[in-house]
T-cell receptor
Framework: DSGVTQTPKHLITATGQRVTLRCSPR?????VYWYQQSLDQGLQFLIQ???????AKGNILERFSAQQFPDLHSELNLSSLELGDSALYFC?????????????????FGPGTRLTVL | AQTVTQSQPEMSVQEAETVTLSCTYD???????LFWYKQPPSRQMILVIR??????QNATENRFSVNFQKAAKSFSLKISDSQLGDTAMYFC????????????FGKGITLSVRP
């Protein structure tokens, strides 16, 4: 158990709909990352939040948005869903903040949310 | 931008034998980390091993070891004494150092361990 929780585990919805995926990071972690795993695109970084602020953006569609709340949990909102949005969405968390040069804050992955768009 | 390439989509190995999974990467960064992640059928992402680019010594974790060739930008994973539980998808990943840095993944390789 990584300590990162994601809800729901599975989500089935129709094209054109909007869904919200939720992530609770490990206790004390300030950074939250969202990744998408699909058959054709593989594992891709979507977006990162650090202590409530957007820190980095990857291949995130304009129909997708995210936020991190004061309690540090994060939500990924997917709207106007298309068949191609069907994927496994992972959240990962890490400590963030100032660390010594050359070091890295390990990311801990949640179990993922399986989204199926019909 | 960084890229990670895993050119072998699938591999198979007999139980108790050794298998090597290949990965190459491209970056202009001088300091970075490389990882191998395992994704079993449960879909959980499990960190297998990591290598700091500034360390010359190859990382080892029990039956798992890497061959890190910095000049060639190559990072292969060797699994010794393969077990049925090693059957999974394996991803090579890269990140820059620093407090907040995304992971860049390869396409992954499906490893099957035969009894």
């Amino acid at each position: 158990d990584s300590g990162v929780t994601q809800t729901p585990k599975h989500l089935i919805t129709a094209t054109g709909q909007r869904v919200t995926l939720r992530c609770s990071p490990r206790s004390g972690d300030l950074s939250v990352y969202w990744y998408q795993q699909s058959l054709d695109q593989g594992l891709q970084f979507l977006i990162q939040y650090y202590n409530g602020e957007e820190r980095a953006k990857g291949n995130i569609l304009e129909r997708f948005s995210a936020q991190q709340f004061p309690d540090l949990h994060s939500e990924l909102n997917l709207s106007s869903l298309e068949l191609g949005d069907s994927a496994l969405y992972f959240c990962a968390s890490s400590g963030g903040g100032q660390i010594p040069w050359g070091f890295y804050n390990e990311q801990f992955f949640g179990p993922g949310t399986r989204l199926t768009v019909l | 931008a960084q890229t990670v390439t895993q050119s072998q989509p699938e591999m198979s190995v007999q139980e108790a034998e050794t298998v090597t999974l290949s990965c190459t990467y491209d970056t202009s960064e001088s300091n970075y980390y490389l990882f191998w992640y395992k994704q079993p059928p449960s879909r959980q992402m499990i960190l297998v091993i990591r290598q700091e680019a500034y360390k010359q010594q190859n990382a080892t974790e029990n039956r798992f070891s890497v061959n890190f060739q910095k000049a060639a930008k190559s990072f292969s994973l060797k699994i010794s004494d393969s077990q049925l539980g090693d059957t999974a998808m394996y991803f090579c990943a890269f990140t820059k150092t620093g407090a907040n840095s995304k992971l860049t993944f390869g396409k992954g390789i499906t490893l099957s361990v035969r009894p």
